[in-house]
């Protein structure tokens, strides 16, 4: 095995980690807050998508966000297919163009979609269709606002940590006409 792909590996099996003690933290919040106030418990669903999103602008390698998805998931054993499904949307609008574009949007662009996906598919769990309209409609917003704030937290750590030259020999080689991550 090259020295870049164990640094690679590491580099996703140490934000695994970091994002397996986030999805404890964030799973027991938000049972708390399903057990209270059922429909604001998708506030903290963003969260799920934070891991991948570093691993993702971090190395800007493919699958580096279901690599660390997995081994998010590992981590928080128990949500291991959870940590999965979320990390596969933050991968998805990578996966779309065959990963030959890195742009921020993208990350945004993955956040809008589950964020559409995961209360439909959950709607049964949260009773969403017996609420009002506008409470439907809250339920959607709050997992948006949720999903971009979680992209958005990622980014921010992402970017610090490269700033900070971590990870470096893991990244891609960037192509000719790639641009710094402040020019995106």
Known sequence: ???VSTI???????????????FWSAAWVSSLLFATTQFYSVALAGLWLTPAVIGLRLLERPLA????????GLVAFAYLGT?????????????VVLYRHWR????????????????VLSAAYFNLWT????????????????????????ILIADRLR???VARLA??????????????
């Open 1 to 3: 095995m090259s020295r």
């Open 8 to 22: 690679y590996l590491l580099t996703c099996a140490a934000i695994g980690v970091a994002g397996g003690v986030l």
């Open 65 to 72: 966000g279901l690599l660390v998805g997995l081994m998010a």
């Open 83 to 95: 940590s999965l499904w979320w990390s596969f949307f933050a991968e998805l609008p990578f996966l």
């Open 104 to 119: 921020t949007w993208q990350y945004y662009a993955g956040a809008v979609v589950v964020a559409v996906v995961y209360p």
């Open 131 to 154: 609420i009002p309209l506008a409470a439907q409609i809250g339920f959607f917003a709050l997992t948006l606002v949720s999903c971009l704030a979680g992209v958005a937290l990622g």
């Open 163 to 165: 700033h900070a030259g």
């Open 171 to 184: 990244r891609r080689a960037p192509g000719p006409r790639d641009t710094a991550p402040e020019e995106r």
